[in-house]
Structures are given as structure tokens and as C-alpha cells.
T-cell receptor
């Protein structure tokens, strides 16, 4: 079963607005938190990741924040565009071999 | 840009039949992962290889699933016999190494068991 809880399961936003997806985890030893974007019928693709020694990371319109004390991390998408519509998955590295545990995904729909 | 290759892309099989999936990782990637993704859920790791060795198969239903990576390059995942509940997307991913190393996913094989 998943040790990463992801919310919300669906998110509908107006073009230009911001979208926020939150994930919580239970393993205090987790030290790597990637986010994947999966468009319909396509492979998951890494869009941003953060390591446990960093609290925030930005890449253009995408940012990720990490709160290790509270064991949660969030994806922020600003100025959303229709091409941002996809399913987004958070994940955490579960062991030293690199195994990732994924959240259940968030379906983001950006309406023009 | 190098990508992970998988075949077939789609497979329909009857229950109790055998089915096999193939994955070719990005050249030079030592670590290879097989994930199962049920519709509406995140990928779940089935088996992980480091070169030709299995390092994690704790979630692999070993009574019917098997995986190999004989020469430490491409890999095959087999199901025998297939069951209705095996219908899912089977994703292969690879990375340079273990630990904190980006995983690159293949396009997946969509399996439907009838």
C-alpha cells in the first residue's frame, strides 16, 4: 500500500490561476521527493524534485516546498495553462536502493 | 534524447494464458525497475534490478510473476497464468544508479486480461 497520501484527487482551475497539490509521508528517513507529470496515454515524466536538505525549489512556474518536521511537501503551479492539464504524482524515496513510493495522483484540469 | 523502450505497447490476453513484456533501458543505466499502475492509482514497484541482480522483489507475486535481466541490460517480465486482476499498465523505468538518481519511465504496456 501507499505510504504517501496525496490531495486533492482532482483539481479544476481557471487558466492563469495557481494550483497546489499536497502530499504527506510517514517515513522520517525519506530524503528525496520527486514529482511526476503524466499526460493521458503517455509516460510519467519528472518535472521537479527536492532533497531533504532543501526547503524550497523553483523552476519557472513550478515550485516544490518541503516541511520535514510536518512530513509534507507540496507542488505549486503558478499562471496555469491548458497544457498543464495532466495527472501529477508525488513520490518519496523509500529505501537506500532508490525505491520510490508514489501517491495516488491528482488529476489537474485547467479550463480556458 | 535516449528513452526507455518497451514492447508491446498493448496486450490483450485471456486469463490463464502466459504473457511477457520487454524493456530496454537507457544505455548505461545500471538500475531497472518494473512498476504496475492500476487505473486511477500511482505506480507500484514490482521488482528492481541493479545490473543483473534483483535487489527488491518484495511486491512481486512470485507464484505467477517472474522477471529477469540476464546480461544486465534489457529485461523481461512474465506472468503465467494471467488473472483478471492483472489488467493494468506495466511501466519500466531506469536510472544511472541507486539512491537519489532520476528515474526515466518507458511508455508502458497496457495489459487487458479477459
Amino acid at each position: 500500500g501507499e505510504n504517501v497520501e496525496q490531495h486533492p484527487s482532482t483539481l479544476s482551475v481557471q487558466e492563469g490561476d495557481s494550483a497546489v497539490i499536497k502530499c504527506t509521508y510517514s517515513d522520517s528517513a525519506s530524503n528525496y521527493f520527486p514529482w511526476y507529470k503524466q499526460e493521458l496515454g503517455k509516460r510519467p515524466q519528472l518535472i521537479i524534485d527536492i532533497r531533504s536538505n532543501v526547503g524550497e525549489k523553483k523552476d519557472q512556474r513550478i515550485a516544490v516546498t518541503l516541511n520535514k518536521t510536518a512530513k509534507h511537501f507540496s507542488l505549486h503551479i503558478t499562471e496555469t495553462q491548458p497544457e498543464d492539464s495532466a495527472v501529477y504524482f508525488c513520490a518519496q524515496r523509500a529505501d537506500s536502493w532508490g525505491k520510490l513510493q508514489f501517491g495516488a495522483g491528482t488529476q489537474v484540469v485547467v479550463t480556458p | 534524447e535516449a528513452e526507455v523502450a518497451q514492447s508491446p505497447r498493448y496486450k490483450i490476453t485471456e486469463k490463464s494464458q502466459a504473457v511477457a513484456f520487454w524493456c530496454d533501458p537507457i544505455s548505461g543505466h545500471a538500475t531497472l525497475y518494473w512498476y504496475r499502475q492500476i487505473l486511477g492509482q500511482g505506480p507500484e514497484l514490482l521488482v528492481q534490478f541493479q545490473d543483473e541482480s534483483v535487489v527488491d522483489d518484495s511486491q512481486l507475486p512470485k507464484d505467477r510473476f517472474s522477471a529477469e535481466r540476464l546480461k544486465g541490460v534489457d529485461s523481461t517480465l512474465k506472468i503465467q497464468p494471467a488473472e483478471l486482476g492483472d489488467s493494468a499498465m506495466y511501466l519500466c523505468a531506469s536510472s544511472l544508479g541507486t539512491g537519489i538518481s532520476e528515474q526515466y519511465f518507458g511508455p508502458g504496456t497496457r495489459l487487458t486480461v479477459t
